[in-house]
Nanobody, 120 residues
Framework: QVHLVESGGGSVQPGGSLTLSCTAS????????VGWLRQAPGQEREAVAS???IGHNTMKGRFTVSRDSAKRTVYLQIDALKPEDTAIYYC??????????????????WGQGTQVTVSS
C-alpha cells in the first residue's frame, strides 16, 4: 500500500521560510515525478513545484524542490512567505517516464496535506 506523508507545516510570520517534507512508503520516489500542490480556502488546487525522476525541477519563484533519495523524501522550501501562501500543501506522485501531469487530476498518489499559515 502506498502512503505519502507530508510534514513541516505550521504558522509562520511573513518573510519567513519553511521547508515541507514528503516521505513515501510503498513506492520508491526516485521512480516518480513528485509534485507539490496547494489549495487555499475557496480556491482551486494549484501546482507550485515538481521534480522528475532524473532530477529536473519545475518551480515557481520562491519555491525550491529537492530530493533526498536515501531518506525517500522530497522537500519543498518556501522563502519570503506571504499571507497569500496560506494553504494546505500536498505532495503527489506519478510514475515516470514522461513529464509531470499538466492537470491536478493527473497525479496517481496523494498525501493528506499539511497546513501552512502565514500571518503576523
Amino acid at each position: 500500500q502506498v502512503h505519502l506523508v507530508e510534514s513541516g507545516g505550521g504558522s509562520v510570520q511573513p518573510g519567513g521560510s519553511l521547508t515541507l517534507s514528503c516521505t513515501a512508503s510503498g513506492i520508491n520516489l526516485d521512480d516518480f515525478h513528485v509534485g507539490w500542490l496547494r489549495q487555499a480556502p475557496g480556491q482551486e488546487r494549484e501546482a507550485v513545484a515538481s521534480i522528475s525522476p532524473i532530477g529536473h525541477n519545475t518551480m515557481k519563484g520562491r519555491f525550491t524542490v529537492s530530493r533526498d533519495s536515501a531518506k525517500r523524501t522530497v522537500y519543498l522550501q518556501i522563502d519570503a512567505l506571504k499571507p497569500e501562501d496560506t494553504a494546505i500543501y500536498y505532495c503527489a506522485a506519478k510514475k515516470g517516464p514522461g513529464g509531470p501531469p499538466r492537470t491536478t487530476d493527473g497525479w496517481t498518489y496523494w498525501g493528506q496535506g499539511t497546513q501552512v499559515t502565514v500571518s503576523s
